[in-house]
T-cell receptor, first 109, second 115 residues
Framework: KNEVEQSPQNLTAQEGEFITINCSYS?????LHWLQQHPGGGIVSLFM???GKKKHGRLIATINIQEKHSSLHITASHPRDSAVYIC???????????FGKGTHLIIQP | DADVTQTPRNRITKTGKRIMLECSQT?????MYWYRQDPGLGLRLIYY???????NKGEISDGYSVSRQAQAKFSLSLESAIPNQTALYFC??????????????FGSGTRLTVV
């Protein structure tokens, strides 16, 4: 079974700071997903990647397949970025997604 | 309308009651999933279905059952609800994308409280 670890569990930062959230997994995968969950809200898919790097607006996701590690970066963070960010992996012998426990991010004005 | 719709959004029920959570999708995806989210534990897979005639148990299926009534509908039932089934429940769909990987779409969640 794939083990997905995220760090940090909680992160509080000031508006404008550069944010990094890390994710590591134990078994080879077909894809890694970064998800966003706002308080009381549903889950939105931010990125799906299997190699390299993807960018969408102020969000950047990278993955290193050899090291089984991914990072999610937020540039010029804003209070509206406050949410739980969840790393999940697909493949690795499992059906569906295997999730990390999430990183609770708070951006203070 | 949302691509994946869950009803109800919130529900409070009593121990021992039967309750059904419903999920419908307009994505046209064959694969559908029910997940449960608990604080500090992340999301865990309850049941999944790869098409109308296919039902599979996930990691934590005990105490739950499902029905895939049509490609677009996947319902989760708690036959006799108990307090430790209090959680946030998510329905999700997936389909194979252009690059041979499965992309996922989630519903807005159902917050279930069993008292």
């Amino acid at each position: 079974k794939n083990e997905v670890e995220q760090s940090p569990q909680n992160l509080t930062a000031q508006e404008g700071e550069f944010i990094t959230i890390n994710c590591s997994y134990s078994v080879g995968i077909s894809a890694l997903h970064w998800l966003q969950q706002h308080p009381g809200g549903g889950i939105v898919s931010l990125f799906m990647l299997s190699s390299g790097k993807k960018k969408h607006g102020r969000l950047i996701a990278t993955i290193n397949i050899q090291e089984k590690h991914s990072s999610l970066h937020i540039t010029a963070s804003h209070p509206r970025d406050s949410a739980v960010y969840i790393c999940a992996v697909s493949g690795g012998g499992a059906d569906g997604l295997t999730f990390g426990k999430g990183t609770h991010l708070i951006i203070q004005p | 309308d949302a691509d994946v719709t869950q009803t109800p959004r919130n529900r409070i029920t009593k121990t021992g009651k039967r309750i059904m959570l419903e999920c419908s999708q307009t994505k046209g995806h064959d694969r559908m999933y029910w997940y449960r989210q608990d604080p500090g534990l992340g999301l865990r897979l309850i049941y999944y279905s790869f098409d109308v005639k296919d039902i599979n148990k996930g990691e934590i299926s005990d105490g739950y059952s499902v029905s895939r009534q049509a490609q677009a509908k996947f319902s989760l039932s708690l036959e006799s609800a108990i307090p430790n089934q209090t959680a946030l429940y998510f329905c999700a769909t997936s389909a194979l994308g252009d690059r041979g990987q499965y992309g996922y779409t989630f519903g807005s969640g159902t917050r279930l409280t069993v008292v």
